[in-house]
Structure formats: structure tokens, C-alpha cells
């Protein structure tokens, strides 16, 4: 899989910064990586809350952020919890 180019990883961690800012200011920072592991056959695709696949990189801030630190005031409708 090629790389993305600077400019795009540049562009990405300044929206997921803003938007860690605007809606988890309790975060100390955010690290952004980027790696792809369907190669070593270990690779899960995942489903936001929203139910989707895919999604911006904001919504799956989102979704970490209530999945680990267990807010799921963050997602649109959150699982049930049984």
C-alpha cells in the first residue's frame, strides 16, 4: 500500500487535534499513526457506532475515546450494555 503524502498526514492529525480540543479537552495529546495489516492476515474490519464501516477520522476519534475511556455519550446511539 503506498504512503500518504505529508501533506495528507499533516491535514489529518490537525483535524483530529481540533477535534480532540472541541469534544475530549481531557486528552493530553493524540498521536496519529498509520499502518495497514491485512498483509499479515490479522486485519479486522470495524463498524463505527454509527453502524457504518467507514467514516471521518473525527467519528472514530469518537469512537475510541468512548470506547476506552467508556464515555458513550460520544456515540450516536450507544450498544446496549448487557
Keep these: 500500500m503506498a504512503r500518504p503524502p505529508e ?3 499533516t491535514s489529518l492529525h490537525q ?4 477535534r ?10 493524540i498521536t496519529v ?5 491485512a ?3 490479522d486485519y479486522e474490519k470495524s463498524v463505527l457506532p454509527s ?15 468512548g470506547l476506552y475511556p467508556g464515555d458513550t455519550t460520544a456515540w450516536p446511539d450507544p450498544p ?3
Excluded: F, I
Excluded at 15 to 18: H, I, P, S, Y
Excluded at 51 to 65: I, V
Design 20 to 29: 480532540a480540543r472541541e469534544r475530549w479537552p481531557q486528552l493530553s495529546g
Design 51 to 65: 453502524g457504518y464501516p467507514a467514516g471521518t477520522p473525527q467519528e472514530a476519534l469518537d469512537w475510541a475515546c
Design 80 to 82: 446496549p450494555t448487557d
Design 39 to 41: 498483509s499479515h492476515d
Design 15 to 18: 483535524r483530529l487535534a481540533a
Design 7 to 9: 501533506s495528507t498526514k
Design 33 to 37: 499513526r498509520y499502518h495497514y495489516r
